[in-house]
């Protein structure tokens, strides 16, 4: 499509464009490549001949999408897995990886069901269950999303559409019947949310912190978070006793201490409001109880 449509580009600048940097992880590579490691330990990858991306690409430079879905498929023609990559409107993003044995794939509709584990309205919580239905992406757009908690059906999507030849025509086309619709995602949201605030009087609920390692972006540290991130990490580097990993929101993870002692401890942090806590509140306390094992807590010089 990046030659033969000139609007359209791939990785570069056009009125209309696609970027890896905007599917999945944010490091390098393919959108495809980066697919293919979410779902390795899923599927035998060397399987997936052929993928199917159902998202919106960028308009003038501009995209937000709530959710992109890929759809994975065999040499046969079987469906091996899908892929739904969620976005919230606080700048995080989930993957939720469907494969054949969370579901039915044996022709189509294909089902499949994963447990929420990913906040992205406030007036709903992060419980419950999302079963997936997939039309056959090859004939037509048809997925469907229901989610239940507690043996009640909470909510029911669907997206439907009809496929069209993407020719140059067709591209021009689409743009002057609808230039302002990708803009218009969220405002539509909160006019959305809007409503289900002041007219059906919803409960609020406050943003949990991410705690599923499939969500794979997080909110950015604040200068007063990463100033106490920097502090206390410069405590760590002085640590003389024990072995510690220290695995960010980010998902990188550092060593401090020493490797030969037996005492290890593995420690996630969620949330960058951690290390502002832990300078808040009494440090050499939260550091004890945050970093034990068997009894033998981590020392460092200057604590």
């Not at 960010?248 to 409001?273: C, F, H, I, M, W």
């Amino acid at each position: 499509m990046d030659q033969r449509l000139p609007l359209f580009g791939y990785n570069r600048r056009r009125p209309v464009s696609l970027h890896d940097g905007d599917y999945l992880d944010d490091g390098p590579g393919t959108i495809r490549e980066k697919l293919t490691a979410r779902l390795v330990q899923e599927v035998d990858v060397a399987d997936i001949e052929r993928v199917v991306m159902v998202t919106s690409p960028r308009l003038l430079g501009y995209v937000f999408n709530p959710v992109s879905f890929y759809y994975c498929f065999d040499k046969s023609g079987g469906l091996l897995a899908t892929v739904a990559e969620v976005n919230n409107t606080y700048g995080e993003k989930h993957v939720y990886t469907l494969p054949a044995i969370n579901g039915n794939r044996n022709g189509f509709p294909a089902q499949f069901q994963a447990e929420k584990a990913f906040h992205v309205s406030p007036y709903n919580t992060r419980g419950g269950r999302y079963d997936f239905t997939f039309g056959d992406i090859r004939r037509e757009l048809d997925i469907c999303l229901d989610l239940h908690r507690d043996g009640e059906h909470i909510l029911k999507a669907q997206l439907q559409g009809n496929a069209q030849a993407l020719t140059s025509w067709n591209h021009l086309k689409t743009l002057i019947k609808s230039p302002f619709i990708p803009f218009l995602t969220i405002p539509r949201i909160y006019w959305e949310a809007f409503k289900l605030r002041f007219k059906r009087k919803l409960t609020f609920h406050d943003k949990p912190v991410p705690s599923s390692p499939m969500t794979i972006r997080r909110l950015p540290a604040t200068r007063i978070q990463k100033y106490f991130q920097g502090l206390i990490q410069g405590l760590l580097d002085k640590a003389n006793r024990g072995l510690l990993r220290l695995t960010l929101p980010d998902g990188k993870t550092t060593v401090y201490g020493r490797s030969e002692d037996t005492a290890q401890v593995n420690l996630r942090v969620n949330d960058y409001r951690f290390f502002s806590r832990v300078a808040w509140e009494p440090t050499s306390v939260w550091v004890k109880h945050s970093c034990t094992t068997n009894g033998i807590p981590m020392t460092s010089r200057g604590c």
